[in-house]
């Protein structure tokens, strides 16, 4: 069985445009996840962070003005504080995230998520 593909997509995002580019390209159409406006839930993103082999500070989007304006870069958070802060303020996600089956990648650049489709 072939595993979807699934696109955790933000369409003001040139980055996120161009990876669905690659995978519309490739004859794949996506599940497309407007995680801004449906964030993934708290078992979702713990997943997709395992399946790309990261913690969750791996995945902030560190120049985002909100980043530092609720001091996340803080050493002492915990992993499960990083993740509830993503779930609660998911414009801190970096994008685009790519899952397919037991793999996930960011696209940055999006070249990266043909390792895995």
Same mark, same amino acid.
């Given at each position: 069985?072939?595993?979807?593909?699934?696109? %955790? *997509?933000?369409?003001?995002?040139?980055?996120?445009? !161009?990876?669905?580019? $690659?995978?519309?390209?490739? +004859?794949?159409? &996506?599940?497309?996840? %407007? *995680?801004?406006?449906?964030?993934?839930?708290?078992? !979702?993103?713990?997943? $997709?962070?395992?399946?790309? +082999?990261?913690? &969750?500070?791996?995945?902030?989007?560190?120049?985002?003005?909100?980043?530092?304006?609720?001091?996340?870069?803080?050493?002492?958070?915990?992993?499960?504080?990083?993740?509830?802060?993503?779930?609660?303020?998911?414009?801190?996600?970096?994008?685009?995230?790519?899952?397919?089956?037991?793999?996930?990648?960011?696209?940055?650049?999006?070249?990266?998520?043909?390792?895995?489709?």
């Amino acid at each position: 069985m072939i595993s979807k593909v699934v696109i %955790y *997509y933000n369409p003001r995002c040139r980055k996120s445009r !161009e990876a669905l580019q $690659i995978i519309k390209d490739r +004859g794949i159409e &996506p599940e497309i996840r %407007y *995680y801004l406006e449906e964030p993934p839930t708290q078992a !979702e993103l713990s997943e $997709i962070l395992r399946k790309m +082999g990261k913690k &969750p500070r791996d995945i902030f989007r560190k120049s985002e003005p909100l980043y530092k304006d609720l001091g996340l870069k803080n050493k002492d958070l915990s992993d499960d504080d990083l993740l509830d802060y993503l779930i609660q303020y998911p414009i801190l996600i970096e994008r685009p995230i790519v899952v397919k089956g037991q793999r996930a990648v960011l696209g940055r650049p999006p070249e990266d998520i043909k390792k895995i489709i």
